[in-house]
């Protein structure tokens, strides 16, 4: 097992307009986007936002070496209770994610 940060170049995650985030996984080589093409299942992000996995949208960037996942915000951006305005904290959980 080790964390999927420790395996790629970059974690980032930001707002996709007001309703939605997305989390941009900067693999860095064609190895590495292999590996986390194989290891890491939209089911296991899907649970890891507590998010139903119809809701969430996987694209596979292979010429650039990206994964990308979009899925609805819990609350708009900006409402009462946004804890995160601009969807910035929500790549530390893929971060620390530990696959196999």
Not at 25 to 41: E, K, M, V
Request: aromatic share 10%; net charge negative.
């Amino acid at each position: 097992m080790v964390e999927l940060a420790s395996k790629v170049d970059k974690i980032r995650s930001k707002n996709a307009g007001p309703f939605w985030v997305t989390i941009d996984i900067f693999c860095g080589s064609p190895d590495a986007f292999d590996w986390t093409r194989r290891a890491l299942a939209s089911e296991t992000v899907a649970a890891l936002y507590r998010v139903p996995l119809d809701t969430l949208k996987r694209f596979e960037i292979e010429s650039l070496n990206v994964i990308k996942f979009s899925f609805p915000r819990p609350v708009p951006q900006a409402a009462p209770d946004d804890r995160d305005q601009h969807g910035a904290q929500y790549a530390v959980l893929l971060q620390e994610l530990t696959v196999a």
